[in-house]
């Protein structure tokens, strides 16, 4: 199916460069710097020197640009180990043939031990998770209806009694194509985010630097991850699900329009990005919660924890298939056709969840006071 399905998008939707986003010029007013370690390093082992010209003010946390007088064209990560530590490597600046007065730039050279940075990286994280298990387990509530729920003695009959009276709940049929088109469009858009961002503009991408993609992504999305998915929570307690669940859906969807914008204006400006990133993801985190607040009632029952589980993994199994085949229908068409194709898919998840939303309980999902 892929060579008659990908011959047809490519002709019907050509991958076209940017019309805005002209090529800088590859030869001319080049300064090449040479560059080998003081001294060899232990056998066996490769040390990576990134190259970089040196932040001042708040491009020190991503923000604003750099000085465009200045380009690295070459050599900004170099490999060295003990064949080739002596030898010269080239890092290729070139400058901007616009330049009228005298100016300076500083370039900086950084590397060091990459094995203990994940190491460390990994364990903080690993400590982090033990600091939240050991906080669920004391603040947890403990429900007097929390308990096993055995019908079989043996442990392969109870999984599939369990397992079976999962698709013999009502509804079950509707419920599964919720769980596994609900992020559609999300779990293509996530695959292509980060080439997006880092892409020069010239095949279409904003030319993001690395350090800007995890401010942009990691520190601005992320905030807005959270902050959508905490008023999501609120709304939902006040509300209900019945009531929340439509502009939860429209939450989930629209902002995905902002790639759509960046995909065909690529602004320039730093902020604009994240911006955009930011809406996409608050809308992310609102509307998350009707997923999650679905599950939840579908789950309901004798075997609500065991049922509640399979649900995730069909959840983890609507991300995983459309993502498998996001990246090469954005090479086909292109970035710009690819998003728009995203707004597109998000048609069947919506249409099944004003569907089921006339089976939710208008209380479902309110906070009570007991």
Same mark, same amino acid.
């Given at each position: ?5 990908g ?17 800088v ?20 082992r ?10 001042r ?9 750099s000085?465009k ?10 490999l060295f ?7 010269p *490597?080239?890092? $290729?600046?070139?400058?901007? %043939?616009? =330049?009228?007065?005298?100016?300076a #730039?500083?370039? +900086?050279t ?7 940075a ?5 364990f903080?994280v ?10 669920h ?13 055995l019908t079989?003695?043996?442990l ?6 369990t ?23 999300? *779990?293509?858009? $996530?695959?292509?985010?980060? %080439?997006? =961002?880092?892409?020069?503009?010239? #095949?279409?991408? +904003? ?9 942009a ?16 929570g609120?709304a ?21 329009l ?23 993801q608050?809308?992310y ?13 579908f ?19 609507g991300m995983?298939?459309p ?5 090469w229908v ?16 998000a048609v ?15 209380e ?6 007991r």
């Amino acid at each position: 199916m892929s060579g008659p399905l990908g011959s047809t998008l490519a002709r019907r939707f050509p991958n076209t460069p940017s019309s805005n986003a002209a090529p800088v010029a590859a030869a001319g007013n080049l300064g090449v710097i040479y560059l080998s370690l003081s001294k060899e390093p232990p056998p066996g082992r490769t040390v990576a020197v990134n190259v970089g010209r040196k932040p001042r003010g708040i491009e020190c946390i991503g923000l604003g640009k750099s000085d465009k007088g200045f380009r690295l064209q070459g050599g900004e990560r170099l490999l060295f180990n003990s064949t080739n530590w002596n030898q010269p *490597a080239m890092a $290729v600046i070139q400058l901007d %043939p616009q =330049l009228t007065r005298d100016t300076a #730039v500083t370039f +900086l050279t950084s590397s060091g031990n990459i094995p203990l940075a994940w190491s460390i990286t990994l364990f903080f994280v690993a400590a982090l998770f033990l600091g939240f298990s050991c906080w669920h387990s004391v603040m947890l509530p403990r429900p007097a209806t929390d308990g096993p729920v055995l019908t079989h003695h043996s442990l392969v009959g109870e999984f599939f009694a369990t397992l079976g009276s999962f698709f013999q709940k009502p509804g079950v049929v509707m419920a599964l194509a919720f769980i596994l088109l609900y992020r559609f469009d999300e *779990a293509q858009l $996530v695959k292509v985010i980060s %080439p997006f =961002l880092i892409d020069t503009r010239a #095949v279409g991408g +904003l030319g993001l630097t690395t350090s800007q993609v995890g401010v942009a992504y990691g520190t601005f999305g992320i905030l807005s991850l959270t902050c959508g998915g905490l008023l999501g929570g609120f709304a939902a307690a006040k509300y209900g699900l019945k009531r929340m669940l439509p502009i939860m859906v429209a939450s989930m969807y629209l902002p995905k329009l902002a790639f759509v914008f960046l995909s065909w204006t690529q602004p320039g400006n730093f902020l604009i990005t994240c911006g955009a990133v930011a809406a996409e993801q608050f809308g992310y985190g609102f509307g998350f919660t009707a997923f999650m607040l679905y599950m939840l009632l579908f789950a309901d029952g004798p075997h609500k924890t065991a049922h509640f589980a399979i649900c995730t993994g069909f959840m983890a199994l609507g991300m995983m298939i459309p993502g498998m085949w996001s990246g090469w229908v954005a090479d086909l068409v292109g970035y710009r056709h690819f998003f728009v194709w995203v707004i597109c898919s998000a048609v069947p998840g919506l249409t099944i969840a004003l569907l089921l939303n006339r089976t939710v309980d208008p209380e479902f999902g309110k906070k009570t006071n007991r």
